[in-house]
């Protein structure tokens, strides 16, 4: 049987204990709840664990402090370019020209691109761990002149390289980032003694594309380290039990669609209320104006990890607001529908392979094509009007927080990882000792 924890409590593991594993993720913790739980997973199993996260170095120790003290981790919001860089690099990423033109935009940002993930990333990861776990390929140089032969776990968050439509991004991209990222990729995965992803469709891709089958992983959510006394969403908004409130988990992506739902809010009852949780929602504010939906839709922004499902506890419903923009986004699984259904929340759900399996099998919600108004509109009606339905569909999705837990898929990452770990072992030069 595997060994259980408290909420940040350390067990011994043969596997695990004393172990040096370093985790290297290219954003900030606070920002990519992924690596967090597999952070505290590796910290309550006994391994001695540095994240450069973010460009920023912490411990295994300091991110349970920070966790057990409900302090937010440090943020790393990156600065926006100045207009003078932001303008000339917006035409370069969508322009047609020919890729040859291009050419000396993209020997500068190969450099730049030497410079952030090798020169500076390098000082800070320590060389020669046990085991080494790299989120996102771009750091892969650096991780390994680190590692020195040890092992590497390569954990993919996404199929990096078809995130956008190939017929839909400029020359720069498709001709000469794109398979420069492809190339890396690949020679990562050969590198790695393991690799991990978030779903089934994601595995498939990465077989097809680099002859290599992920472990998988999915995104579920750990209440472990769900935070006390949060803000919830009626509370902060100043919102009544009347009020119909569709919370909406996870920062704005090019994936989602979310006019037509504005378009649908400003024709419907005014006691229905969005709520958007996490970056970049900006961008909607002049839709928003414009259908005088000031007062219906909210934003929280960015919440740390810890607070986003306490603080959607009482909504009423949640969406995911994803299309099948790209082969990545088909097969997506996101944490924000995990931490939906950890809520115990209706979810209003898109037709993509992955999500629909799991709903469809737990009855936790109810489908909807997000860019045809008239199905958002029957939809929302039927689950704000019929208590019985949302009823029916609350209780599904409590059913499957109970079985969609982080504590169950770790299990699946504590084989892989202790497999790794062991093969290691096993090695000539490793065996002597």
Partial sequence: ???????????????????????????????????????????????????????????????????????????????????????????????????????????????????????????????????????????????????????????AHDFYTAIEPHDQIGSFDRDLLNPFRRWLERRCVARSANVMTVSPGLAQLYWDTYGVKPVVVRNCHDNRLDAKGVADVRSRFGLAQKDFIIAIIGNWKAGQVLSPLLRVLARITDNVHLVLIGDGYERLDNEINALNLEGRVHSFGRLPASDIVPSVLNADAAAVVYYARSENYRYALPNGFFQSVAAGLPVLYPDLLEIRQIAEQRGLGLMVDWRDEQKIASAIDEIASDRRVRDRLRDGAEKAARELSWEKEELVMRKALSECLQRAALRPENASN
């Avoid at 992924?34 to 411990?59: D, E, H, I, N, P």
Wanted: glycine share 6%.
């Fill in 1 to 155: 049987m595997p060994p259980t924890a408290s909420r940040n409590g350390r067990i011994r593991s043969e596997a695990f204990g004393n172990r040096h594993i370093v985790v290297v993720t290219p954003v900030a913790l606070d920002a990519d709840s992924r690596t967090l739980k597999q952070v505290m997973s590796l910290y309550r199993w006994g391994a001695r664990v540095t994240v450069l996260a973010g460009g920023k170095v912490f411990s295994g120790e300091d991110v349970a402090a920070k966790v057990d003290e409900k302090l937010p981790p440090e943020r790393s919001h990156p600065k926006p370019r100045p207009h003078w860089i932001a303008r000339p690099w917006g035409w370069v990423r969508r322009t047609q020209v020919p890729a040859v033109f291009l050419l000396p935009v993209f020997g500068v940002w190969l450099v730049h691109f030497f410079y952030r993930t090798y020169l500076r990333a390098r000082p800070k990861i320590p060389p020669s761990a046990d085991l080494y776990i790299l989120h996102e390929f771009g750091h892969f140089p650096a991780v390994a002149n680190a590692a020195k032969g040890n092992p590497i776990v390569y954990d």
